[in-house]
């Protein structure tokens, strides 16, 4: 019996030494993975945003896939094309609703805080093109316009491998210039999670290669 008893303990020793080794090689690789940095290789990211405002009554969403590359270790370049929205309910018997079609160059800087959790700051220019619509009684009136703009929003980024992470972002500083078909260009400068075209917290999901 305590011979038995000694074979199961050495086992089990075994055992215990084989998973620290593993566990330790993959600590190992993945460091390894990370300081090599992500120079010259792409990605591809969907990314999706939902945010609402006066108590619900202006509701605003947006997608944008995005395909960039790392022009060094930690600094990307990108180009997003997608949709924005936005619907709103604030006066009574009035909906009015904004859809654009968006294009947005932008410009990342990473910093690592562990292996697989990163933060970032992100610099985009964003061009609308899209019509304002408002439903008064019955009554419709659509007005075109066109949109630019500079966004700074910082970020979060968690990998779950080497090759696809997820990640969290909000518009910090924005400031827009809107131009309808027939009228004034109107300005805008706001600080906090709505600055920008894009407004609320956007999650994405990115695959890199």
């Known amino acids: 019996m305590l011979l038995r008893f000694e074979v199961?303990?050495?086992?089990?020793?075994?055992?215990?030494?084989?998973?620290?080794?593993i566990i330790a090689m993959l600590l190992i690789?993945?460091?390894?993975?990370?300081?090599?940095?992500?120079?010259?290789?792409?990605?591809?990211?969907?990314?999706?945003?939902y945010s609402t405002q006066s108590d619900g009554n202006i509701q605003h969403y947006s997608v944008l896939p995005v395909v960039g590359t790392f022009v060094a270790p930690t600094t990307a370049i990108g180009l997003g094309v997608g949709y924005l929205g936005q619907k709103d309910k604030t006066v009574p018997d009035?909906?009015?609703?904004?859809?654009a079609f968006i294009v947005q160059p932008l410009a990342r800087?990473?910093?690592?805080?562990?292996?697989?959790?990163?933060?970032?700051?992100?610099?985009?220019?964003?061009?609308?093109?899209?019509?304002?619509?408002?439903d008064a009684n019955g009554v419709k009136t659509d007005i075109k316009f066109t949109g630019y703009g500079v966004q700074?929003?910082?970020?979060?980024?968690?990998?779950m491998s080497s090759h696809f992470s997820i990640e969290a972002s909000f518009g910090l500083v924005g400031w827009s210039a809107v131009k309808p078909?027939?009228?004034?260009?109107?300005?805008?400068?706001?600080?906090?999670?709505?600055?920008g075209f894009q407004n609320g917290v956007k999650f994405g999901l990115k695959y890199i290669f």
């Open 8 to 21: 199961v303990k050495q086992i089990l020793y075994a055992m215990k030494k084989l998973l620290f080794s």
């Open 94 to 99: 009035v909906v009015g609703k904004e859809e």
């Open 109 to 134: 800087k990473y910093w690592g805080i562990t292996d697989n959790f990163l933060i970032f700051g992100q610099a985009a220019v964003p061009l609308t093109f899209g019509k304002n619509s408002i």
């Open 29 to 49: 690789g993945n460091t390894a993975v990370q300081a090599q940095g992500f120079k010259g290789k792409w990605f591809i990211m969907g990314e999706a945003g």
């Open 152 to 159: 700074l929003s910082p970020g979060i980024d968690y990998f």
């Open 181 to 195: 078909k027939d009228g004034e260009t109107a300005n805008d400068f706001n600080i906090g999670v709505n600055s």
